[in-house]
């Protein structure tokens, strides 16, 4: 069976995580601290925070920026349901909106839905494909959306606009206009979980860019915020009589561990030069295996403006049905492919059904995810395994397809 997504776990993982077990710090140390260094050089972004999940980073910064009861935050219909989930963590209200075809939340539909409420929009770049970011910036800071924006706390007032949470977790390498995803926006969180481009096993990172503040400043205060509210974390109270601490704060628990950052240490070193002429190479081979067929929508990969960051290869079989699809990747399955569907979309799940969400409302996020089938890239897919991938994608499709026309 060929898997989805394993790791990317060598001898020279093994050797780093080893080493910081022998060296005796294994909680937030030297290498989470190396880590947010190199990940914002990598990226181009002001500050970097390290965390134990993107869902902590998304979460720690609705709660910093004072998002409450009655607020609303907009989001798109078509994501992981992280996004949404931290939203409700704050009380507020997730307003999704529908998305373009390249599966990115639509600016037109976030401008119509914004309301004096809207505190946080919160565009996901899917798949590794940036959202429009120029456009998402230039929105909020318009006279008439920053006339409407109510400043509720001391950080919405100092903003004085919307702020814009980009949900990074898959687009980490992926450029906009000569700048890299983390650098696009107010902020982007990353996720390093382990399906994700670059892993930690679990873990993520705020990449803070804000204009208007003191990203150093903020770095301080989140650090704070994500270890119980303490004063001082746990390696500079190893310093020589330096125990005493204070608790500012009822702070929350999400610090990124060493052990954790020492796998991401050898990642991120590679990720350039391996990873991602990998995952490149990947879904350029299934471009060409598919550009021919006249069922296939190939995804997004590079324009005159951007490149994805390659994490997904987001398959669509043009004009079928949810149900034709399921019966697709079955076939598929039964080859020993392991295919998937990114995502079913939120308003789908029983739980935000139960609060009155409806797919009906998100037309061209349904087709997207009806039409879906997101194929293996992982950097030790070997061409024969991807000439079976794609053999057995053609095979099943057009199987299907033409016992759909007798
Ligand atoms: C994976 C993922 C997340 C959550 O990341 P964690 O690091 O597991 O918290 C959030 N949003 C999207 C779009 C994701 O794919």
């Known amino acids: 069976m060929i898997p989805f997504s394993p790791p990317r776990i060598d001898q020279k993982i093994i050797d780093e995580v080893v080493d910081t077990l022998k060296s005796g710090w294994i909680t937030t140390g030297p290498k989470t601290k190396k880590f947010e260094r190199l990940l914002a050089e990598y990226c181009g972004n002001k500050r970097t925070i390290c965390l134990n999940s993107a ?6 910064m609705l709660i910093w920026f004072g998002v409450k009861e009655g607020d609303e935050v907009i989001l798109p219909s078509y994501t ?102 983390g650098s696009l926006t107010d902020c982007s969180v990353f996720s390093f979980h382990a399906v994700k481009n670059l892993t930690t096993a679990e873990g993520g990172a705020v990449a803070l860019n804000f204009e208007h503040l003191d990203n150093d400043k903020l770095y301080d205060q989140l650090c704070v915020k994500t270890l119980h509210g303490q004063n001082k974390d746990a390696l500079a109270k190893t310093q020589k009589g330096n125990w005493k601490y204070d608790i500012v704060e009822a702070g929350y ?20 030069n391996e ?3 990998k995952r490149k190479e990947i879904c350029l081979a299934y471009n060409k295996a598919f550009e021919s067929k006249p069922w296939a929508i190939l995804p997004e990969l590079k324009n005159e403006k951007q490149e994805t960051s390659y994490h997904l290869y987001p398959l669509r079989i043009a004009g079928i049905e949810e149900a034709t699809r399921d019966k697709i990747m079955q076939q598929i399955f039964e080859k020993e492919v392991s295919v998937n569907v990114h995502f079913i979309p939120v308003p789908m ?53 033409y016992i759909r026309t007798q």
């Not at 400043?151 to 898959?170: F, K, P, V, Y």
């Not at 990124?256 to 070193?269: K, Q, S, W």
């Not at 994608?393 to 199987?399: K, L, R, T």
């Open 275 to 277: 990873t991602l002429v």
């Open 55 to 60: 869902t902590a980073g998304l979460e720690i």
């Open 80 to 181: 992981y349901s992280a996004t949404a989930n931290v939203i409700m963590h704050c009380g507020a209200k997730q307003v999704f909106v529908d998305v373009k075809s390249d599966f990115n939340i639509d600016p037109e539909k976030v401008r119509a839905a914004i309301t004096p409420n809207t505190k946080v929009i919160m565009p996901v770049d899917f798949g590794g494909w940036p959202c429009d970011y120029v456009a998402l910036n230039k929105l909020v800071r318009e006279p008439e959306v920053k006339r409407m924006f109510k400043a509720a706390s001391t950080e919405q007032e100092n903003l004085g606009r919307i702020l814009i949470l980009a949900d990074a977790a898959h687009s980490l390498g992926a450029m906009q206009n000569g700048k890299k995803s």
């Open 349 to 401: 799940m029983s739980f935000y059904r139960s609060l009155g969400y409806s797919i009906d409302n998100y037309p061209v996020c349904y087709r997207n995810y009806a039409q879906e089938i997101s194929l293996p890239v992982f950097f030790d897919l070997t061409s024969e395994q991807i000439d079976e991938i794609t053999n057995s994608v053609i095979q099943s499709v057009e199987e299907e397809l």
């Open 253 to 272: 628990k999400m610090n990124m561990t060493d052990i954790l950052a020492a796998i991401g240490l050898v990642e991120l070193e590679r990720y350039d």
